[in-house]
């Protein structure tokens, strides 16, 4: 029988006839070791077909015992136990130290991946113990400045001066917190006002333009909208992402790491790290950072509609000298006060003129289309546009300061002065 596995029991009783079936197998040499040739060559005793039966075992259905395992040799599940033990170890062990690298660097060990972004803007944190918690008395008038160097105390006293005109005007105690910091821009404003959930602000005041210009400098194919072609923006744009709902920190720590590494080997095209633009400042004409930068002044309206506070918006002022180059510029020959900082820092200065104008523009369709929730002052349309107000194209001089404050203070005043101190 084909496929099968036979043996042929042969159960002879007192002899075997020839030609019967267990006489031919022996015959046929199918069991050689019972038919030595001195019985071979003897005649076989006479039996009957009765006498003789051959019985079949099937083997192939009897169970298989099992292959006995060498010494020593470890079961496949118990290697898979063993590698699932030791990477969670791993993995373990490099969760602590990207805690302990945070925390070396101030942040909590144990939330740190919730808060990366305050090593980026430690502002926040330095002026935490300043800001009223949300839910707090009202006692004093809380008022938020948001922007880059013009706003920021080492350039300009905008901000000590807006805490006294407010003190004399509303006759209340004032406080002013400056988180202006010199380079950010309209993304540092909302990530900044983002980070401070649990403060409440009397008024979020938001002064920006200039620096996002400087996005323009770029070939279209690097630009990009979230200002991810900036390299601080890469990393910042990641330790956002997602930060509330973070639970380990090994993740975004070796994200963070990656994009630093591909800046390291030159594997991706940013923004020049230099403080002048070069050779791309040819792209500036082509104003595309207008679009992010209605986009974040939005959110931070949005921001503050959802927390019950009003936001105010100003037009950028900006002041090109007569006569304006570089060398001129350099050797103190225009009409600009002290002479801080060439144009050419964020552009070609026709490249800049145009880039305020068309933000300036965007800002006025903002404010009409959030007009319950914002405050507008036009600095574009009420800061003369003469050198004793500026020291380079939008730093103010200390003149150029006070008629800052003076132009907020009949849109803010008002405002303030119908909320009354909590008691």
Known sequence: MRGQRLTAILVIRGGMKPGSLASCALNRGLYPSARPESFMN??????????????????????????????????????????????????????????VYWNLQGLPFWACQRNIQHIYYPGVVTFDAFMRPRGAKKESVEVLLLGASTLYP?????????????????????EVVDLAIPAHTTLDSYYKYLE??????????????????????????????DYSHFQFYREVNAAERGREGRIFALPITLRIWAIRLEKELNLIQTMPENATVGDWSKYGSDVRSV???SKNLERIVELGRERGE??????F????????????????????TVHWFPTE???????????????????????????????????AGQIPHEGRYFNDICHLSTEGCARFVENMMPVIVPYLQGLAPEK
């Not at 009003?310 to 037009?315: A, E, I, T, Y």
């Open 196 to 225: 401070l959930g649990g403060k409440s602000f009397d008024l979020v005041v938001v002064y920006d333009s200039i620096n996002d210009l400087r996005a323009n400098n770029c070939p279209q194919e690097v630009f990009r909208e």
């Open 291 to 293: 679009k992010p930068y």
């Open 317 to 336: 002022a900006g002041y090109s000298a007569p006569g304006y180059t570089k060398e001129k510029f350099q050797n103190r020959q225009l009409d600009y």
């Open 42 to 99: 003897k005649p076989l005793p006479a039996t009957s077909d009765a006498e003789t039966s051959v019985t079949a075992v099937d083997y192939s259905a009897q169970p298989v015992a099992p292959r006995p395992r060498r010494r020593g040799q470890i079961p496949l599940h118990r290697k898979l136990a063993y590698f699932a033990v030791l990477m969670l170890m791993l993995l373990g062990a490099s969760e602590f130290l990207v805690r």
């Open 310 to 315: 009003k936001v105010v918006l100003m037009s």
């Open 345 to 379: 820092l964020w552009g070609t200065p026709a490249n800049i003129v145009k880039g305020l104008e068309i933000h300036n523009a965007a800002i006025r369709t903002l404010v009409e289309t959030h007009k319950d929730d914002t405050l507008f002052v036009d600095q």
């Open 154 to 174: 080492n350039v300009g006293p905008i901000s000590t001066m807006l805490m006294e005109q407010l003190t004399l005007k509303l006759k209340r105690k004032v």
